[in-house]
C-alpha cells in the first residue's frame, strides 16, 4: 500500500507505478543495512580517515552493485537489478565493519 502511494507522488502512470511498486518493495530492506556503511564511512570521514572512507563509498556505489546488478540482471531480469541493492548493502556493511575496525584499530 505505502509503495504505491510514495510512487504515486511522483508519477500517475500505472504501469510506472506497479514498476516501482516493485522496486521499492525489493530494495527497503537495504535502507536499514546500509545505516552501517553509511555510519561508518561517516565515522571515518569524521576522524579525517577519508580513503578508507572512500573504500566504503566506491563498493557501495560502484565496485559491488554495478556487477551484481549486470549478472543479476541476466538472471531475474529487471528485478535481478532490484535485488542487486540490497545485497551491495549487505556485502558493504561487513566490509565498512572490516575496513573501519582496520582504520581506527580498535575492535568492533
Given amino acids: 500500500m505505502i509503495p504505491g502511494q510514495l510512487i504515486g507522488l511522483f508519477t500517475e502512470n500505472a504501469a510506472t507505478v506497479a514498476a516501482g511498486k516493485t522496486a521499492l518493495r525489493i530494495i527497503s530492506g537495504g535502507f536499514i543495512v546500509s545505516a552501517v556503511s553509511v555510519t561508518a564511512s561517516g ?9 578508507p572512507s572512500l573504500v566504503i ?49 580498535i575492535k568492533v
Avoid: D, M, N
Avoid at 565515522?43 to 577519508?50: I, R
Avoid at 556505489?61 to 538472471?75: D, E, G, H, T
Fill in 43 to 51: 565515522a571515518l570521514e569524521g576522524l579525517g580517515k577519508g580513503t
Fill in 57 to 105: 563509498s566506491l563498493c557501495r556505489y560502484l565496485v559491488i552493485i554495478v556487477p551484481l546488478a549486470f549478472l543479476l540482471s541476466r538472471v531475474l531480469g529487471a528485478a535481478g537489478v532490484w535485488h542487486a541493492f540490497w545485497i551491495t548493502e549487505l556485502f558493504t556493511a561487513g566490509i565498512a565493519l572490516a575496513v573501519y575496525r582496520k582504520a581506527v584499530q
